[in-house]
RNA sequence: UGACCAAGCGGGGCUGUCGCGCUAUAUGUUGGUGAAAGCUAUUAUAGCGAGGAAAGUCCGGGCAUCACAGGGCAGGAUAACGGAUAACGUCCGCCGGAGGCGACUCCCGGGAAAGUGCAACAGAAAUAAACCGCCCGAGGUGUUUUUGACGAGUGCAGAAAUCGUUUUCUUCACACCGCCAGGCAUAGUUACCUAUGUCAAGGUGGGAAAAGCGAUUAACACGAACGAUAGUUUGUGUGUUCUGUGCCGUCAAAAGCAUCUCGGGCAAGGAUGGAAAGGCGAGGUAAGAGCUCACCCACUCCUAUGGCAACAUAGGUUUGCUGUAAACCCUAUCCGAUGCAACACCUUUGGUUUCGAUUUUUUCGAGGGGCUGCCCGCCCCGAUACCGAUGGUGGCAGAGCAUUUGCUUGAACUGCGGAGUGAUUCGCAGUGAAGAUAGAUGACAGCUGCACGUAAGUGUACAGAACCCGGCUUACAAGCUCGGUCAUUUA
RNA sequence: CGGGGUGUGGCGCAGCUGGAAGCGCGCGACGUUUGGGACGUCGAUGCCGCAGGUUCGAAUCCUGUCACUCCGA
């Protein structure tokens, strides 16, 4: 499962301004619908229409190291997530990271998004 | 065995499941998106995929662009010598200096004898003096000595003179006093008392003669004290014998000493300071001084020997110089500027392209632009020119040839061998695709290594490529190795 | 990627042209007040970010380093 990454930074201030937010001892997660989901899906070779994800490590976490290791622990745990339990589709989401969670593992931060997520609806119905 | 010195290594491993990026091939769509350039798919296989520091960005180089890659000033960097290197502020060797018993380590190591600046406090004085001091000369003051003169200062001796006094002899009973002291008498008065007279003792002074003793300048004038206002004593002023000699005083001269002032010489000594202008001894001098000499120290230059050289050693010679250039500065050498968000190309798009003289071209002048701070020089100004903006591709994963996973080859790395003390270099063989663009290189599980701990268990560092290399600096868990030094003990 | 600035009492800042570090607020004590505030007097508090070096002497000069911060692309 690959992602679409946010570039612009006008659409993470937007999302912090704007969306709804969950958060947890390890991660902030903040959701906001995105307006510009169809044009892109149709750019997509499958026309399928995606989430676009936003990771925010700041540099108050540590250096390089840490914060690309944090990164990394992210992604793998929203992946795994995405397997179990499809998300809807359509949502601008931006993934915060705090200080506790530089010590966690993968599995651990696939809880907390579980969690959050579950708070947010962002499940499809099964 | 202990304490050290130096150079290095090292940066855990294996298995399974899931996943990511790139490259190649096959498969597959002929679509989607966008203004365009361009970008973009599913699955499978194979390969590759983070460090010793990738970090800090402190140096150097490659590469790229900028008139032709230029000149000068300014600015910056470096600093013994020789070498290595593409280059360096790096590295190696060596010299000099400093430290250590030693192995060895450290040194931004040119010039202070081109000039300027600074050196607080202390100290006489801070880069050149002269406060004290030493010496010479002149003058003043004080003092001592000697000589001379003067003295109406003074001692002694002598002479003359004078005075006083004593004694004696007298003398004139000479003069005066005889009062407010005494007696008597008279008068007044009761008396005391008053007045007058008188009395002698007495006092004072004087004269003449002799002797002794003593004193001394006479004498005069004025004043003071005492007294019975006769006088005595004394002070002051004027004035005052002689001779000899001593002392004293004054003056003069000379000399010595002390002190002060002025002029000159000197830099030996002076408690300070980080630093005081070679050290020490002798000579020398008015006093002194490398002023001279011997020895020593440092330094300039020359010669000889050794070394590529810095330099070392020996001899001669010159000189005797504060420190600071990580103060300005001087000397030598080097440096054009900007950095991959450079730069090239593509798409879309915006802006600029001047003025005057002359006869059109041309030329000249001004103005503008282009290579940076300034100046010069150069180029362009109606042309597929210049300056931007948006998005994209390349730059960017070594190069070339072929066109199908092939061949040749470079940097780099590994091993072996040669050269060199070494940095390094030469030859041979092998290896020789990380390359993203919001940023891949991972997650989970199991076994195990190492350290600590009886065990359970705990810990396993610093840290993440962003155009690429060479260095430097900084961070770093546990552990390991080679070599060397010193001390102790044993054989 | 490139360039600059700052670090000094508890806080905010001077002093950076070498010669033993100050100001304001705050703190403590005393006075004043019935008490507090205000006011007055007195006092304490610095390895000048860290480590080396130059110098007789460094907050100041040089080098390295750490942290913070700003600017340009």
């Known amino acids: 499962m690959k992602f679409r990454a946010i570039c612009e930074n006008h659409l993470y201030s937007k999302a912090y301004s704007k ?8 991660i902030a997660v903040y ?10 899906a ?16 700041s540099t108050k976490l540590g250096g390089a190291t840490v914060r ?18 499809p ?9 915060a990271a705090r200080s506790s969670a530089t010590k966690l593992k993968s599995t651990d931060i696939r809880d907390h998004l579980d969690i959050a997520f579950e708070k947010l609806g962002m499940y499809k119905d099964v």
């Open 19 to 26: 969306g709804k937010r969950a958060v947890t001892c390890a």
């Open 42 to 57: 149709k750019a997509h070779p499958e026309k399928r229409v995606m989430n676009r994800i936003g990771l925010t490590v």
């Open 68 to 85: 690309s290791r944090v990164r990394r622990i992210l992604r793998e745990g929203l992946r795994a997530l995405e397997k179990e339990k």
């Open 87 to 95: 998300l809807k589709t359509g949502f601008l989401i931006v993934i």
């Open 31 to 40: 959701v906001l619908p995105d307006y510009a989901a169809k044009r892109l």
